[in-house]
């Protein structure tokens, strides 16, 4: 079946910029996206990115798509305390979405 | 606007027991979804329903889970009987659209933690 793999911590300085990676196994899916959980809480959507882009800029969000390598990344530029949560990769496809597990994003001062 | 209405929020049973779990979604919004999310995971998808008819439960364990979307509105979520690995958060979440696509957004509720002694 699918397979979407994260790492599952990143530590950033305040201010830096964030990078999480996702990589995926199958090559069909329409659209990726990313999401944020924070504690306690259920997902929120951040991004999407369709299949035939490479990239797609939304404020201080940049998702970046490898199809060759089936590599998604989300950048996240000045990377502020509020920022701190889990991000979650998926992938839709024939009305089913997969989700990564996550990664923690923490923010040092 | 209202969010999406889960509860109850905590549940502790012992195995073998039944549990059910409810979810009010935004008003309007067709599409409805439980998710089980286990600790250290990502959500998985249960259950996709389209009003009040099912539209994807290829991953729902039917020997003993079941849920249902009477008159397309609430929708509950039941475990019988409950084993150990159904300790999880159990999610639900609604959309205005109806397709296959997810790019319309998602609306979470908070989630309901069930632990299985």
């Known amino acids: 079946g699918e397979d979407v793999e994260q790492s599952l911590f990143l530590s950033v300085r305040e201010g830096d910029s964030s990078v999480i990676n996702c990589t995926y196994t199958?090559?069909?899916?329409?659209?990726l996206y990313w999401y944020k959980q924070e504690p306690g809480a259920g997902l929120q959507l951040l991004t999407y990115?369709?299949?035939?882009?490479d990239m797609k800029q939304d404020q201080r969000l940049t998702v970046l798509l490898n199809k060759k390598d089936k590599h998604l990344s989300l950048r996240i530029a000045d990377t502020q305390t509020g920022d701190s949560a889990i991000y979650f990769c998926?992938?839709?496809?024939?009305?089913?979405?997969?989700f990564g597990s996550g990664t923690r994003l923490s923010i040092r001062p | 606007e209202a969010g999406v209405a889960q509860s109850p929020r905590y549940k502790i049973i012992e195995k073998r027991q039944s549990v059910a779990f409810w979810c009010n979604p935004i008003?309007?919004?067709?599409?409805l979804y439980w998710y089980q999310q286990i600790l250290g995971q990502g959500p998985k998808l249960l259950i996709q329903?389209?009003?009040?008819?099912?539209?994807?439960d290829s991953q729902l364990p039917k020997d003993r889970f079941s849920a249902e979307r009477l008159k397309g509105v609430d929708s509950t979520l039941k475990i019988q009987p409950a084993k150990l690995e159904d300790s999880a958060v159990y999610l639900c979440?609604?959309?205005?659209?109806?397709?296959?696509?997810?790019?319309?957004?998602?609306?979470f509720g908070p989630g309901t933690r069930l632990t299985v002694l």
């Open positions: 008003s309007g919004h067709a599409t």
């Open positions: 329903f389209q009003n009040n008819g099912v539209v994807d």
């Open positions: 199958d090559s069909s899916s329409t659209y």
């Open positions: 998926a992938l839709s496809g024939a009305s089913k979405i997969i």
């Open positions: 979440a609604s959309r205005t659209g109806t397709s296959g696509t997810f790019t319309d957004t998602q609306y």
């Open positions: 990115i369709f299949s035939n882009m």
